[in-house]
């Protein structure tokens, strides 16, 4: 079971971490790491068939696909996915269904055009903060530089922003308890300062953090709530709280170095303050609203498994401290047994 007191999670997450660097892990009758990873910068693309004919039956799967920290590249077939090519618009819904994601936050766009027999999707996502209701994530090129990176990293510390700003309205119409909305005014202010040091480094590496986009909602119910709360607090925070810790403890960088270790500790009590908020909306919640929670979150668990087994460009590991592929793959796991032990 995870502790909602920071300093005791703190604790965890730094062992998990220290956990996460060189042992090797046994997953699924095969060990993660090793040979089969170690070529972590390289992009991990399975070789795509371009120069290949269309086969007779339209295969519906993906046909290759790239992942970045931040972006995935999937290739279908155009007979899989009629319609979907350069300059039309792609429902968020279709998005996440051919990005292969559970979440609604994913974006995508296409690159091929109309007479091409297939489709390049550019899809958007990161592990990084709180990501609010309504957030519009504008789309990337895959790119694993340091600039386009760190920007997108500001970018979704920016995004938190707003998240906390929503969520503590959200806790007052509720009648939370005033520690609860304390913390997400607490929260709120550091996120700004994240925001800022990630702008600071991402222009230090030639990058261009943008402005995230929030379309506003009306206020949720406290199912809504538990059910954002679940995913974005206690599993997609948590876990970005993990990485600034590898960060902070393992970059080369002494600026990232610096910032990550403060933001870490940030991270880690805003992963804490989810924790708490999780166990009080248990409280006032009935049984129905629990199971859908609970299911929810095995869901997502399983969203960021598929996130996180990507491979990691060498500049990111060496100089930005973010773990590879297998020591991402180890974090999770340390966080899935403790958050389903929950
Ligand atoms: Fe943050
Ligand atoms: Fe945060």
Known sequence: MLPVRPLALRAIFRSLVLGSLGVPLVACGGQVGGDHVGNDGGNDTKESPKDADVPDACVTSPI???????????????????????????????????????????????????????VVLHCTTCVTGRRPAGYVLEVGDGSQELGAVFARIAELEAASIDAFAILERELVLHGAPTALVASARRSRREEIQHARAMRRVAKRFGGSPRIPKVAPRPPRDLRALALDNAIEGCIREAFGALVATHQAMTAKDETIRVEMARIAEDETRHAAFSLALAAWLDGVM???????????RRRALTELEREVDAPVAPALVALAGFPDRAASLRLFTGLREALLAS
Request: aromatic content about 8%.
């Open 64 to 118: 290759s696909s790239t992942a970045g920290p931040c972006d995935v590249i999937v290739e279908y077939y155009a007979c899989a996915v009629p319609g979907v090519h350069t300059g039309v618009s792609i429902p968020g819904a279709t998005c996440t269904s051919l990005c292969g994601f559970d979440s609604g936050y994913v974006n995508c766009y296409a690159t091929n055009a109309e007479s091409d027999p297939h």
């Open 286 to 296: 009935d049984d129905s609203a629990r199971a859908e929670v609970d299911a929810a």
